[in-house]
């Protein structure tokens, strides 16, 4: 990768009691090692924002139509298959107009976590590492759909997807 160009990730809390809060360089961490070990070599900017329960139930209902809470939305900004984050040339011959001018970086997506459903997973599936590990592994998923990935049907993507987040997670230091 170019040194003076780097992926850039923006990350803020909105709406989340202070004692909710998320660790902001777990998220960058994760993104990071995501696009790292998937390849990207075009300076990317990914934008994160940790929310609470209520706001992402509303998010979710606006744009997905589920008025329900959900864990993790993603918001490309790019159309990318996985194969383009996976190989050189995908990337490379990136359409200059996904670049902006300004900044030199391809903005890839948004990300909105809720902070209340990252807690509450990280009790009910007793992950050993606590919500340090919740908060990545949500993360990488997300960037994994931001980079094309799917899950919905049960097949060879899911398994793909799925492959790609346990290595990420054991690059990352999770190993289960």
Known sequence: MNE???HKVYARHSAVEPKDRLSISMIKRAVLTTLR???????CEVSVLITDERSIREINKEYRGMDKP?????????EITPMQS?????WESAPTD???PETG??????????????????????HRYGIDHETAY?????????LGYDHVDEGEDKK????????IMQELGYDN
């Not at 959900?70 to 790019?78: C, E, G, I, K, N």
């Not at 793909?160 to 290595?167: S, T």
């Open 70 to 78: 959900t864990d993790v939305l993603s918001f490309p900004m790019q």
């Open 98 to 100: 996904a670049i902006d």
């Open 4 to 6: 003076h160009k780097k």
């Open 138 to 146: 949500l993360t990488v998923h997300s960037v994994l759909h931001l």
């Open 160 to 167: 793909k997807m799925r492959e790609c987040e346990k290595a």
């Open 86 to 90: 996976q190989t050189l040339d995908g």
């Open 37 to 43: 070990i998937q390849g990207v070599e075009v300076p």
């Open 105 to 126: 970086l391809m903005p890839l997506g948004e990300i909105i976590i809720s902070a209340t459903q990252t807690i509450k997973q990280a009790h009910e599936h007793g």
